[in-house]
Nanobody, 131 residues
Framework: QVQLVESGGGSVETGGSLRLACLTSERIWYVRSCLAWFRQAPGKEREGVASIDSSDGSTTYADSVKGRFTISRDNAKNTLYLEMNNVKPEDTGMYYC???????????????????????WGQGTQVTVSS
């Protein structure tokens, strides 16, 4: 069974940096899969932040974070990362990592990756950006 555990959340001032981590089950790295970060603010819908294909490393970013956030993975540590730089108050929310056993393009189909139904989810880690 695939398990995901997030860590690294906390409070940070506007313009600061933070790195989130998602420890994944070992087997996720041995198959074609899509890994992603989502976030959700209180009273708002969950939105996609970034995705990465575990096979070829292709990435996709939401326009709101492009140029500021970087998604990456460390195969040796079975860990997915989200490097958050120059953060803004709008970045505040619960951050979740997600995974599925398809390539990102296969998972997205005719739609976009952030609208796809990821099968596996972590418990979330809170990020708060102060003004």
């Amino acid at each position: 069974q695939v398990q995901l555990v997030e860590s690294g959340g906390g409070s940070v001032e506007t313009g600061g940096s933070l790195r989130l981590a998602c420890l994944t089950s070992e087997r996720i790295w041995y198959v074609r899969s899509c890994l992603a970060w989502f976030r959700q603010a209180p009273g708002k819908e969950r939105e996609g932040v970034a995705s990465i294909d575990s096979s070829d490393g292709s990435t996709t970013y939401a326009d709101s974070v492009k140029g500021r956030f970087t998604i990456s993975r460390d195969n040796a540590k079975n860990t997915l990362y989200l490097e958050m730089n120059n953060v803004k108050p709008e970045d505040t929310g619960m951050y979740y990592c997600a995974a599925d056993m398809f390539s990102c393009s296969e998972l997205a189909g005719t739609s976009e990756i952030f609208n796809a139904d990821f099968h596996y989810w972590g418990q979330g880690t809170q990020v708060t950006v102060s003004s």
